[in-house]
């Protein structure tokens, strides 16, 4: 094998590899809630 090759099938194997765990990954988030103070002239509109 040439060495240009190997180079391709070690990044073809790594891409493979990295997307599979990317896919495998929980990436959603809970939503975070924010409370503000309100002042009491807004409130009376």
Not at 15 to 41: C, I, M, N, Q
């Amino acid at each position: 094998m040439s060495r240009s090759l190997v180079i391709l099938v070690v990044v073809i194997v790594l891409l493979v590899g990295g997307l599979f765990y990317l896919s495998g990954r929980d990436a959603t988030k809970a939503p975070v809630t924010v409370e503000k103070v309100v002042p009491l002239e807004n409130l009376s509109n």
